[in-house]
């Protein structure tokens, strides 16, 4: 794996797309390879200069950034997609993570932050914003007009009882070492349950490990007043 970082920006604002790649520009390790002002450009570009991760905006013309990022998963695995979105609730997201974004972050997200939630996603895990994530999911996914069949209802039904609490705990919003206080676990066993949990349910990371526990029912949304 390269040290540097390789960087594909797509927004189809300039303004956004030139923002993003100063917060990068002082950064060592870090290379902006191209940047894209649609999802087609991006699939393309993404093709030619192959980058380790592609910053996605959701919204975008000719070709959206869920279906980018379907394109993305499916024909350059090895390059990840980290979804942006504007902050608070976008169901678009939701479709996003589906479509095997490795997560989401604000566009006003800190250079700060945006350094560290790129090199997390270059190293294989997800990164996301829990307690928005669990937001977006409790609005969108359970929703009875939009709620789709339970998608991985047997492979839940084999999870031991520790699996589903620590299932319940991430879809809460928990990290490793908070699911270990809870349970009284070291973090060690709780990576391996997660694994465990992950490979049964057949879910990537905990993006889509939460997705699976509103839509299996594990956890319900709570309705806002």
Same mark, same amino acid.
């Given at each position: 794996?390269? #040290?540097?970082?390789?960087?594909?920006?797509?927004? &189809?604002?300039?303004?956004?797309?030139?923002?993003? #790649?100063?917060?990068? @520009?002082? %950064?060592? /390790?870090?290379?902006?390879?191209?940047?894209?002002?649609?999802?087609?450009?991006?699939?393309?570009? @993404?093709h030619e200069h192959r980058p380790d991760v592609v910053v996605m905006?959701?919204?975008?013309?000719?070709?959206?950034?869920?279906?980018?990022? %379907?394109?993305?998963?499916?024909?350059?695995?090895?390059?990840? +997609?980290?979804?942006?979105?504007?902050?608070?609730?976008? %169901?678009?997201?939701?479709?996003?993570?589906?479509?095997?974004?490795?997560?989401?972050?604000?566009? &006003?997200?800190?250079?700060?932050?945006?350094?560290?939630?790129?090199?997390?996603?270059? &190293? /294989?895990? @997800?990164?996301?914003?829990?307690?928005?994530?669990?937001?977006?999911?409790?609005?969108?996914?359970?929703?009875?007009e939009r709620r789709p069949a339970p998608a991985v209802p047997s492979? #839940?039904?084999?999870?031991?009882?520790?699996?589903?609490? +620590?299932?319940?705990?991430?879809? /809460?919003?928990?990290?490793?070492?908070?699911?270990? &206080?809870?349970?009284?676990?070291s973090t060690s066993t709780v990576k391996n349950h997660i694994t465990?949990?992950?490979?049964?349910?057949? +879910?990537?990371?905990? @993006?889509?490990?939460?997705?699976?526990?509103?839509?299996?029912?594990?956890?319900?949304?709570?309705?806002?007043?």
């Amino acid at each position: 794996m390269s #040290a540097t970082v390789k960087v594909l920006i797509a927004d &189809d604002q300039p303004l956004v797309r030139r923002g993003l #790649a100063l917060m990068l @520009a002082p %950064e060592p /390790g870090f290379q902006v390879v191209a940047e894209a002002a649609d999802g087609a450009e991006a699939v393309r570009l @993404a093709h030619e200069h192959r980058p380790d991760v592609v910053v996605m905006d959701i919204r975008m013309p000719v070709l959206d950034g869920i279906a980018a990022t %379907e394109r993305l998963t499916a024909e350059l695995p090895d390059c990840r +997609v980290l979804a942006l979105s504007t902050f608070d609730m976008d %169901e678009h997201v939701v479709g996003a993570l589906r479509a095997g974004a490795c997560g989401f972050l604000p566009k &006003d997200i800190s250079p700060e932050d945006l350094v560290a939630a790129l090199r997390v996603v270059r &190293d /294989g895990e @997800a990164i996301l914003a829990p307690r928005l994530l669990t937001r977006l999911i409790s609005t969108h996914v359970t929703a009875p007009e939009r709620r789709p069949a339970p998608a991985v209802p047997s492979a #839940a039904e084999g999870l031991t009882p520790r699996e589903r609490d +620590v299932w319940r705990l991430i879809a /809460g919003g928990s990290d490793n070492a908070e699911i270990a &206080d809870r349970l009284g676990l070291s973090t060690s066993t709780v990576k391996n349950h997660i694994t465990a949990l992950f490979a049964k349910l057949q +879910v990537r990371d905990r @993006a889509q490990a939460v997705i699976a526990a509103y839509e299996t029912g594990l956890v319900t949304a709570r309705r806002e007043e």
